[in-house]
Structure formats: C-alpha cells, structure tokens
C-alpha cells in the first residue's frame, strides 16, 4: 500500500510563485472580460496588462535574498530578481507601443494580450529556477506564446517568420530535452546545484557524455540567444515581425536565455574545464564578429539592427565566458541600458511604420531615410542618438556597458578577448554611422509616396522619450544601478 | 571662480542647446557672442593661474562612478592652459570669419558642442572622462565635414569617425587596463591621472600600454602611416572645420602624448624616442614632398600639417624641457597659423570657388591686403623668425639635438622643404601677371574677414618676438613633467637617458 502524500502548504511557499501567478491571473482575466464584452478597445488591454505588470514588478522587487520553494522547484535569487525585473519593464515599455497610430491585425485581439502575459510568466519561470525540467517548461511557454504573437500581425512575411521560428525553436527544444536527460542520467539529477556537485565529484567524467550533454544544451542555448552558427533565424524572423516586436525579441527571451546560460555555465567555468571555455571563447568571437560583417552590407535597417543584435548578445555572451563576479554585473549593466536603447531603436522604426511602402523592397530601407534631418529633425536626432549608443559612442548609455564588460575582460586576464571586443566595437560603428550618414548627411529623395511618423501618437513618442532620456543621461545613474545590480548579484553567489 | 573649468566646458554646450530657440537670423550673433564670451572667461582663467606654479590648478572633482573609480575630475597646468586659450580663441576666430550660408544655425550650434568637447579634453584628469570628450568630439566633427563638406563628404567624414574611433578604442582598453593594474596594486579602483603617476609599471608592461595609447593618438596626430585620413578631411570640410580641425583637433593627439604616454610609461617613451622619431622625420620629410606635389591649395596645407605636426612629435620625444615646451608652443603656434592658412584659402574659395592652384596666378595685384596676411602666415607657417612658428620649432628641434643631431639635422630640413613648397604656392597664387580673366575682378579682405585675420596676424608677430608669457608657465610644468619621468622610470638605462637629455639639470 503506497504511503498516501501529504504535502504541507507551508513548505510549498507559495510566496515565491507569486509574480508569475499575477501574470497568469492578468492574462485569465483578460480572457474573462472578453467574454463578457467583446467591444473592448485596444487600449483598454494594455492600460489593463501595464497594470498587472507594474503589479508584478512590486511583487518581484519585494524579494530579498534567496527564496526557495515548490519542493525546491523555484529558486528566486539575486539575478532571477534582476532578470526579472529587466522583462517586465521591457515588457511594459514593449506593450505600450501597441497603442500606435495605425490598426494592425493582432491588437485586435484580446488573446493577443493574454498571450504576451503567459509570455512574461514564461519567462519568468525560467530565470527563477535552477531546476532543469522547470527552465524548459518556462521556456516552451513562453516561445510557444510568442510563435503566435508573431503570427498574429498576418502578413505572408510573419506567417514565414513565425513558421521559420516554429521548426528553429521546436529543434532547440528537443535538443534542450535531450541534452537534459544525458545530465539526468548522468548525475541522477535535474538540479543544477546536484548535477555540479555530482559531476564535480566524478571529476567531469566520462568525457564523452558530458561533452554531448554541453553540446546539446549549448545548441539549444545558442538557437535562443542567437549565437553564430544558430542564428541564421533571427534576421528573417526579426524582419517578418512588427518592427516593435523585433524590438522585444532581441532583449526579453534573450536576458532570460542569458540568466539561463549563466547558471549551467557556471558549473564549467567556475570548475575551469578547458574546452568549455574554448568552445565558448569560440562561440564569443564568431557571435561578435561575424554578423558584425553581415551587417555592414545590409539595405534593411530592421536587418542591420538584427544583426546587430546578435553581436551584441555575443558580446554580453562573453561576460558568461568570463565567470566572475565583475562580469555577471556587466551582463545585467549591459542589457538593462541595452534594452533602453535597442527597443528606443526599434520603435523608432515602428513609429515609422507605414502599411504600403511602395518602391522599395522591404520596410525600413536605409534610402526611406535619407535626409530625414530635413523633414523631422526631432527624430532624425533622437534615431541618432540610439545609433550612437549602440555604436558606443561616450556618454550615451551603452558605452558604459561596454566599457564595464571590458574591463571586465582585462581583469580576467582575457586581454585579447577584450581587444576583439573594441575592435568589433569599431566594425559596428560603421553601419550604425550609416544610418546617420543617411539620416544627416544625404540629400532627402523626392519621393510623395513616403510618408514619415505615420504610426506616430502620444503614447509611442513617450515611450521613445523615455528611452532617450535614459540613453542621454546615463552617465548621472551607473553608479546607483551598478551598485543595485552588484548587491543582488552578490547575494546570489556569482 | 573655483568652478571656472566646468563654466568654461559647459557654458558652450548649454549655449549651444539654448541657441535652437535663437532665431536663425540672429544665430551669427548670438554664436560670436556666445564664443567671445567663452574666450573672455579663458583669459580669466589666464590671469587667475599662477604661473610660478607648476602643478594642476582649479582642480575639481567629482565621483561619478564611485564603484569604478571613475570620477569628474578637472584641472589645468601650464601644458594644457593655453592650449584651451588657443581652442576658445580660435573658435572665436573661426565663427567671426564665418561665410557659410546653407544651414547656419545648426553650424553654429554644432560649432559650439564641438567646442564643449575640445576644452573638455584639454582640461580632463581623469582617463574616462578624457575618452568621453575625445569621442564625443568626433560627432559634431562628422556633421560638420559630412553636412557641409565638398563632393566626397560623406567618404571623408566616415573615413575620418571610423579611422579615429578605432584607434581610440584600442586606448581605452589600455585605459581600461591600466585602471586594473591600479587596483590590482592598491586595492582601489581609479582612473584619475594624478593615481596613476603613482604607479611604478614594469617595463614590458609599458611597452604594451604605450603600443594602445599610441594607436589611439597616432591616428589624431596624425602620424605616417596613419595620416591618410586627414587629406581628405582637410580637403572636403567647409572652412570652419579645417580651420578648428587643423588648430585644435590634431592638438589633442599630441597633447595626449604629453598628458598620458609620457608620464605614465616613461621607461617605454626612452626605449620609443628613436622609433618616434623615424616617425616624426618621416612624417616632416615625405609629406613636405608631397605638399610639394598637390595642385589644391588646400591639401598642400593639409599636407604641411602632418609635416608640422612631425615637428612636434619630434619635440616632445626630445623628452627634455626645451623640447616639450617647444613643441607645446608649437602646438599653439601651428594652431593659429594652420588655422589662419586655412582660413585664408576659404576666403579665396568663397570668392571663386574653386581651390586649385591653377586657377590663379597674380592675386597679389587685385587683393594686395590679402596678400599681405598670407604673406605673412606663410612666413609663419615656414618658421622665420620673429614670428611665431619660429620659437616652438627651434626650440624642438633644438631640444631633439641633445638627443640624435643627425636625425635633428634631417628634421631640420623641415625649414627648407616647408619654405620650398609654401614659396612656390605663394608664387603661383599671387605673383605674376593675372591669367584668368575671373580673378581681374576679386574684392579685396574687408569687413569680418579683416577682424578674423588682423588678430591673427597680431599674435603671430607677438609671440614671436616676445614668446615669454606663454614660455614661463609651460616651462615650469614641463620641468615637473620631467621630473615625474626621471622618478618614475623604473629601468636605469632610462633614467641616465633622461638626465643626459637633460643636460642642464631639470631631471634631478
């Protein structure tokens, strides 16, 4: 007779489920209110999803410490809090560009709002947990959600991406599956703290398993962080999806890859296992170099910036490599200002957005853009300013994320890694320079079928506001973030 | 006046910002106004510094980075005062003789951010905050050389951000890497320059540390081989940006051979003095040649830039007092006279736009005041003396002897070779009959020319013949800086190169 289970509530600690039940309950409740009333209006939705999000912002920012629960399923410590505090404010900023000038398809649906709250809990339950079975639960939620997010904006292009997306990512997941069931039956474990600590104890061996296992994970890691060669997704899906959504998608499912990344990683590099640290110093410099290069010849500035995102993600990849403490905080410096600038970036093409662009091939083309200086100097300025931040031009925000990464490359004694970052660095300022050579330096083309701000309003000029503000004085709060981001990182022992 | 380095920095860009209300007919006004004012506050700034002493003044500092040690951290010494005088007055200079036309007001405006910036670099004692003007600088740059410029603007402008910007990159990571070993050694984070002349490095360490300071500074100089850039800015920018890029951009480079690598690795500077001098001969003897060869007025300029600026570098790797100090009064001097040769070819270009010495020929007859001035620019610019150019040149080169008289002795050639393609310049323009039937009818300088130009001319016949009020000062911080090397040194070879070079004694 099998003993009857008795699970005592208390030891559950429901309190750690919190913020990702405010999302799930936000996105339930959307869902009921539609079937009450189906006349809702857009705004409506989002004002309602904002709310749950700032909800779930207090609820995250109330943890302190380390906070175990669901039979040590959940973990929320310092980088989950900070991971998760990055996806909801990029969340939040990402939602309100919903309420643009223009209709699309997708806003018109309810579903739309309480599959991105499913989303953000996703991607919640992957950065606060190190227990391999619930990051590809997270995971699959999330990714699943946002396949049909991208599907939603109904155009032949987004079907493509969100397919293209689709098949990538279900092959990332069976990877991620396999690769945990190798660990699994290595280590008997799914915990990442047990499979370190069992393999430290076995010494890392045997080789081969544990290599195909990394292998496995690696692949699976790579397909959602866009690294060099698993990255051949990214700029079709990027480009297939609503300039706003591409915005998103190069910094939410990334922070929580990357968080991800860190905890497994960090059981090879803290244990110094050479070829895990040569095949990430690979990874590294192909991510960072060579969509680098592609860009540079790019006619699509949705393209461009894809590509660069992806080196950007090769660049923070390399603060992984890197293992120290200095570098974990570097990679949360990096993103939190990353995320300012690159969705200020993308959303300044969204508010671009016009439905029919006729005479040139794609969305966004760097000629639609020439001379804007003329027409809108507002916008040609502050679409500057993002493209100097990403260039990492001093002061603008990202320079102090590079430099922080960096340093941090020096001080870990990887000097020539660091001299392939500013060299790389160098590279990129050449096709961000590009878009400002147009923007300032080109005579306007003559053409009354472009139209400019087209999707523009309030909220959306707010929303890249914002952004701008944040990109131009950062200089006056690194300090306070960097402190911020050093006590959770401390706390949380990397 | 404790603050009187931040109002001089900021006081232009809050300017600048409030100038997009100006209306755009007043923005010449309002932009002369706007940079005499700032001149005035550097004169201030002259008469409250004390020129008995050697060390930094009006120092400020603030931390902005506690965590990382970086920190608003501002001070002026008699290296960097006039070089900051030079930058407010020459800016001044360059907006009074202004002509430009086509979009004015975001010139001006753009003009006085990039003048933010350049006091900015000259006043920094702390690395980051230094890199934080040095790049920003290259913004208003590129919007000046690529809005304005001539047909391959953008490919200029582009060549000279990237070019630059890669070059600074590889110093920041220097940077970067020099503020680990301060806190490898001292248990503290900081990036203040005053900490790091703390520090003892050992040799190879140096070497390392000059080779990624230098990529950053070679390329602003800039020195062969890395000048390519430098032509084709010269020759696409409007007038005001050669004007403040040849007196006041390339300043930065050397400046910053002064600031960082000398002081900082002075064992590396000993073992690089005859390497940066090949550089320097070089730099003066085949781009004098190539002068020699241009047909546009304005790339032979560009052209004896380089080669002036191989001077300079020559002078500051005589690592003695009279060679540091004449090349920081080169700096000065090549400053107002590139920039007052630059401006100079402006004025014929807004005439008759065109800048190719062929076009012309007996200009001397219809504009007898203009060729005056350049008359006497050009004599300047050559080095004769009881002008300006002379006293920072002889003395760099006087300074280098102590070191090699061989190389002094073909760098010297400087005099000959910039007489040779400056005299025949002058002679093509201006002498002879008058070919072109265009240029019977050229109107003379007059009006806001003349009160860009007769300043000029002033200070360069000054300076000439009284060098004294800007030669004391930098005299005495130079003499620290000497000291601080000979301190430092960490190699006995070097410290005895050191003292031989200064044979008078300033080292001990």
Not at chain 1, 23 to 42: R, S, T, W
Not at chain 2, 43 to 63: A, T
Request: hydrophobic content about 55%.
């Amino acid at each position: 007779m099998v003993e009857p289970i008795s699970v005592d509530l208390v030891s559950l600690n429901l309190t750690s489920l919190a913020p990702m039940l405010i999302a799930v309950f936000g996105a339930l409740a959307i869902l009921c209110i539609d079937l009450i009333n189906k006349n809702l209006h857009k705004s409506f939705y989002v004002m309602l999803t904002v709310l749950f999000l700032i909800v779930d912002l207090g609820a995250v920012i109330g943890y302190s410490g380390a906070t175990r629960g669901f039979f040590d399923l959940m973990l929320i410590d310092g980088i989950s809090i900070l991971a998760q505090i990055i996806i909801i404010v990029a969340s939040a900023l990402f939602i309100l560009l919903a309420l643009s000038q223009q209709r699309f398809h997708e806003y018109r649906y309810p579903e739309y709002f309480a599959l991105f709250l499913f989303m953000v809990a996703g991607f919640q339950f992957m950065v606060s947990s190190d227990n391999l079975i619930l990051i590809f639960v997270g995971l699959e939620t999330a990714s699943m959600a946002l396949y049909t997010m991208i599907a939603m904006h109904n155009r032949d292009k987004s079907l493509e991406a969100a397919i293209k997306y689709f098949t990538m990512g279900a092959f990332a997941a069976a990877c991620f599956a396999f690769g945990v069931m190798i660990f699994y039956a290595l280590t008997g474990s799914m915990e990442l703290s047990q499979i370190s600590a069992s393999l430290v104890a076995t010494n890392f061996e045997p080789f081969p398993v544990v290599l195909l296992g990394v292998v496995f994970i690696t692949v699976a890691l790579g397909f959602k962080l866009s690294l060099v060669p698993f990255h051949i997704w990214a700029p079709d899906v990027y480009e297939g999806a609503s300039s706003a959504m591409a915005g998103y998608m190069s910094i939410v499912p990334k922070i929580a890859a990357f968080v991800v990344a860190l905890r497994f990683f960090e059981i090879f590099v803290s244990a110094d296992i050479l070829w895990v640290e040569i095949m990430l110093y690979i990874l590294v410099v192909i991510t960072m170099t060579l969509p680098n290069i592609i860009a540079l010849v790019q006619e699509d500035i949705k393209r461009m910036l894809a590509y660069s995102s992806i080196s950007h993600a090769g660049f923070v990849m390399a603060a992984i490599l890197l293992g120290t403490t200095q570098s974990t905080q570097g990679i949360f410096l990096y993103w939190a200002l990353f995320m300012f600038t690159n969705l200020g970036a993308f959303a300044m093409l969204w508010v671009h957005r016009q439905k029919k662009l006729e005479g040139y091939a794609t969305d966004h083309p760097f000629a639609k853009f020439s001379g804007l200086v003329k027409k809108s100097p507002m916008t040609a300025s502050i679409m500057g300013l993002f493209m100097l931040s990403l260039a990492g031009v001093p002061p603008f925000s990202l320079f102090w994320g590079k430099m922080y990464i960096i340093g941090s490359a020096i001080n870990a004694d990887y000097i020539v890694l660091a001299v392939i970052m500013a060299l790389n660095s160098a590279i990129a300022a050449y096709y961000y320079l590009k878009l400002v050579v147009y923007m300032f330096l080109k005579d306007p083309i003559s053409n009354d079928k472009v139209e400019f701000l087209g999707n523009a309003n309030h909220t959306l000029k707010t929303v890249i506001g914002i952004s701008a503000l944040v990109t131009i004085s950062a200089i006056f709060f690194i300090n306070p973030l960097l402190e911020i981001i050093s006590y959770y990182v401390q706390v949380s022992g990397f | 006046m404790q603050y009187l380095l931040s109002i001089l920095i900021f006081f232009p860009a809050v300017a600048a910002i409030m100038g997009f209300i100006v209306h755009k007919d007043s923005m010449r006004m309002y932009a002369i106004t706007v940079t005499t004012i700032e001149f005035i506050l550097s004169c201030i700034l002259w008469y409250l510094f004390d020129s008995s002493n050697g060390g930094m003044q009006f120092m400020e500092f603030i931390p902005i980075i506690a965590e990382y040690g970086i920190s608003y951290n501002l001070g002026i010494d008699g290296i960097s005062l006039f070089l900051v005088i030079m930058t407010t007055f020459m800016t001044m200079i360059a907006v009074i003789g202004l002509t430009e036309t086509r979009d004015l007001k975001n010139m001006l405006i753009t003009v006085l951010f990039l003048e933010m910036t350049m006091v900015g670099v000259f006043v920094s004692l702390d690395a980051i905050i230094f890199y934080l003007f040095w790049e920003l600088s290259l913004v208003p740059m590129l919007y000046i050389i690529g809005a304005w410029g001539g047909a391959l603007r953008i490919y200029a402008s582009v060549k000279f951000f990237l070019y630059t910007f890669m070059g600074s990159l590889m110093m920041l990571v220097g940077m970067l890497y020099l503020g680990y070993v301060y806190y490898a050694t001292t248990g503290a984070w900081s990036f203040s320059l005053a900490d790091w002349n703390m520090l003892l490095l050992p040799y190879n360490m140096q070497m390392w540390l000059f080779i990624a300071f230098f990529a950053g500074f070679a390329i602003k100089v800039p020195m062969v081989p890395f000048h390519t850039w430098l032509p084709y800015a010269h020759g696409q920018a409007p007038t005001i940006g050669s004007v403040i890029l040849a007196a006041v951009l390339l300043k930065m480079g050397t400046y910053g051979f002064i600031r960082f690598s000398l002081p900082l690795f002075p064992d590396a500077s000993v073992s690089m003095m005859i390497p940066m001098a090949i550089l320097a001969l070089i730099a003066i003897i085949y781009t004098a040649m190539v002068a020699y060869a241009q047909e546009d007025m304005k790339q032979v300029i560009a052209y004896s830039s380089v080669s002036h600026m191989g001077v300079i570098i020559l002078g500051t790797f005589a690592l003695n007092v009279e060679g540091i100090g004449g090349s920081i009064f080169l700096m000065i001097s090549h400053g107002i006279v590139s920039g007052a040769l630059f401006m100079l070819v402006g004025v014929l270009y807004d005439r008759r736009h065109t800048k190719m010495i062929n076009e012309y020929g007996g200009i001397a007859a219809v504009m007898p005041r203009f060729a005056v001035v350049f008359g006497i620019m050009l004599m300047a610019s050559v080095g004769l003396p009881l002008t300006i150019g002379f006293v920072g040149e002889f003395l760099s080169l006087l300074g280098f002897y102590k070191a090699s008289p061989l190389i002094t002795i073909l760098a010297g050639l400087t005099i000959i070779l910039g007489a040779v393609y400056m005299l025949v310049l002058y002679k093509k323009v201006f002498f002879g009959p008058v070919t072109n039937e265009k240029n019977k009818k050229l109107v003379d300088i007059k009006g806001r020319e003349m009160a860009a130009l007769v300043p000029l001319v002033a200070l360069v016949v000054y300076f000439g013949v009284y060098p004294k009020p800007i030669l004391e000062p930098v005299d005495n911080s130079v003499k620290q800086l000497v000291q601080t090397m000979y301190v430092k040194s960490v190699t006995p070879s070097a410290k005895e190169k050191i003292a031989e070079v200064n044979s008078i004694g300033e080292a001990r």
